[in-house]
């Protein structure tokens, strides 16, 4: 009776120094997801609410992909780009000849899934206030008009700084380019027809509050947001910190209405271009 006892108060010893080692050992993380919303607010390039300018027409994309390009976490409002705490930079080649965002090796993920997954112990200590997320890809479907007959069809669009492209698949199609691709190059798939076109220089809108204070070049898609609870870390932490980056699309596809009829006429000889797809705003938060 003795040994068994023994053995009984032994064996919970060992479970609870392992139970201790394991809780011991593991490793917290901070997990950052994108998220897309349309109903939050639309913003300008300087982080004013905006509405529809004259003469334009717009409408919530419905979003299948999205993918970002750099990441960083900023102390105060004073803190330019860059000198905040990078969490992360997507990998860039010079294949294309210009230094591009490499399309091939980034991280595509759906609207709420984990774009990014780093140990606690790598990320500085600090309060930060606020965001910059500087966005590369969007993909998703919009409504259009043919010939008065409603339409859908899917769009690939490239919003980083440059992209270099071999090739990428829109909705079912695949798209050859083999070079880079400014801010603003986009794909459009709808039954199998495949089109693609360039926005011109500064035509895509990057929110930043900041624009005074802490400005960010032009070209790029750096887009601002305030925390509203500063993310602390401390370097003790020992439960994940998850980071939910929503990105407002609230009218984010924009074109001219040349007939004034709220619809995206694609075929009035081309006279309803698109002009923006640009996103419309960043609401950082977290939880334990």
Same mark, same amino acid.
């Given at each position: ?17 392992c139970?201790?080692d394991n ?7 901070? /997990? ?5 919303d349309s ?5 300008g390039?300087?982080?004013?609410? =905006?509405?529809?300018?004259?003469? &334009? %027409? ?10 970002? &390009?750099?990441? +960083? ?8 780009l860059?000198?905040?705490a990078?969490?992360y &930079? ?12 490499d399309?091939?090796?980034?991280? =595509?993920? %759906? ?5 990014l997954?780093?140990?606690?112990? +790598?990320?500085?200590?600090? !309060? ?21 007959l409603?339409?859908?069809? @899917? /769009? ?12 990428y ?5 695949? =798209?050859?380019v083999?070079? !880079? ?19 011109p ?10 624009? !005074?204070?802490?400005?960010i070049p032009?070209?790029?898609c ?6 509203? @609870? ?18 407002s ?5 924009e074109?001219?209405? %040349? ?8 075929q ?18 977290h939880?334990?």
């Amino acid at each position: 009776m003795k040994s068994k006892s023994i053995f009984v108060l032994f064996s919970l010893a060992l479970f609870f120094s392992c139970k201790k080692d394991n809780e011991n050992t593991y490793q917290p993380k901070l /997990i950052v997801k994108l998220v897309v919303d349309s109903t939050q607010v639309r913003l300008g390039n300087i982080g004013d609410t =905006v509405g529809i300018p004259a003469g &334009h %027409a717009a409408q919530h994309p419905r979003f299948n992909k999205i993918s970002a &390009h750099y990441l +960083e976490l900023a102390p105060g409002p004073y803190t330019l780009l860059g000198q905040g705490a990078i969490l992360y &930079h997507a990998p860039e080649t010079s294949i294309g000849g210009s230094t591009a965002i490499d399309f091939n090796r980034s991280r =595509v993920v %759906a609207p709420g899934e984990v774009f990014l997954e780093l140990p606690l112990n +790598e990320v500085p200590m600090g !309060n930060f206030e606020w965001v910059r997320l500087s966005l590369s890809y969007q993909n998703y479907d919009v409504d259009y008009s043919f010939n008065g007959l409603p339409l859908t069809g @899917t /769009i690939a669009s490239f919003v980083g700084y440059n992209t270099y492209l071999t090739s990428y698949t829109i909705d079912s199609q695949q =798209v050859s380019v083999n070079g !880079n691709r400014l801010q603003g190059y986009w794909g459009f798939e709808t039954n199998g027809i495949v089109s693609s076109g360039q926005a011109p220089p500064g035509a895509t809108t990057v929110p930043n509050p900041l624009f !005074n204070s802490s400005p960010i070049p032009q070209g790029s898609c750096v887009v601002t947001g305030q925390f509203v @609870t500063p993310l602390r870390i401390t370097g003790t932490e020992t439960e994940d910190i998850t980071v939910t980056m929503s990105l407002s699309i609230n009218n984010s596809f924009e074109w001219i209405d %040349a007939n004034g009829n709220g619809r995206w006429d694609a075929q009035i000889g081309g006279a309803e271009s698109v002009v923006d797809m640009g996103l419309r705003g960043l609401i950082p938060s977290h939880n334990r």
